[in-house]
């Protein structure tokens, strides 16, 4: 059992011991606990859970959805991926009951809703009924590859059209040109766009942050590498650091 494993059963067990009993959205109901932290090392490993099987590739996938900008679930279902697939249905049916109110009995029930089998179909083979019902909002790969702005300030009064910023390419020219910024974040948190998604964002927001490797710091990790590789390339100058924030977690559901 690696270190993130432990601290995620301690979370759960705190959440057990601790955790109060509050209503959601769904009905369902939650046990839960406000403002948690958990630090990792990726020297240490990569931080994927190994006390369960899990779907490295659809996970994989998810996020190169994010950063491709993408919005619409037939990349994800494309490449077996369904873990938006239950949002997107949901919205059909939301707006297949409104429809229903203006139809007749005969079209009632003739016409009545795809199964989630044929509506993963449709979007699969129908680019119309693809861009209708596949589509989920401005969530993450809105939000990161193209927040929208109206207009922009040039200064002295002046003010153009807005140009839709690209965060994460901004972050990569940051950390290339301007690796001590504070200001080397990411946000999907929109508020003026909430409304208008599928889901709000659940992880909404990371940071990061970057420092000057030692020659002692940058003399070891060339000692670790050169008995594992025969060539490890040029040593780093820095070190970089995630801070993740998510304003909820299906934390049982454990990904």
């Not at 193209?146 to 940051?174: F, H, M, P, R």
Request: proline letters at 4%.
């Amino acid at each position: 059992m690696n270190s993130i494993d432990k601290q995620y059963q301690i979370l759960l067990q705190s959440i057990l011991d601790y955790g109060v009993e509050k209503s959601d959205r769904t009905g369902t109901g939650t046990k839960s606990i406000f403002g948690y932290t958990i630090r990792h090392r990726m020297s240490d490993g990569f931080p994927l859970l190994t006390t369960k099987k899990m779907p490295w590739k659809t996970l994989v996938t998810e996020l190169l959805w994010f950063l491709k900008g993408e919005t619409n679930i037939k990349y994800l279902l494309d490449n077996g991926c369904n873990i938006w697939t239950g949002d997107a249905y949901k919205n059909y049916l939301k707006h297949y009951k409104v429809l229903a109110k203006d139809l007749n009995e005969w079209q009632k029930e003739n016409m009545p809703p795809l199964t989630q089998e044929q509506f993963i179909n449709a979007i699969k083979t129908d680019d119309e009924f693809s861009k209708k019902w596949g589509e989920l909002g401005p969530i993450y790969g809105k939000q990161w590859r193209s927040w929208e702005v109206d207009t922009s300030y040039l200064g002295d009064d002046e003010w153009t059209a807005g140009k839709d910023i690209d965060q994460i390419a901004n972050l990569i020219n940051d950390l290339k040109t301007n690796p001590d910024s504070r200001r080397l974040m990411v946000s999907a948190w929109n508020v003026g766009e909430l409304d208008i998604m599928v889901l709000p964002p659940c992880h909404y927001g990371f940071q990061v942050y970057t420092r000057e490797l030692s020659d002692e710091e940058r003399l070891n990790w060339y000692k670790e590498r050169n008995l594992k590789y025969s060539n490890t390339g040029p040593l780093p100058k820095r070190a970089i650091s995630l801070m993740w924030n998510q304003r909820s977690v299906d934390t049982f559901l454990g990904r």
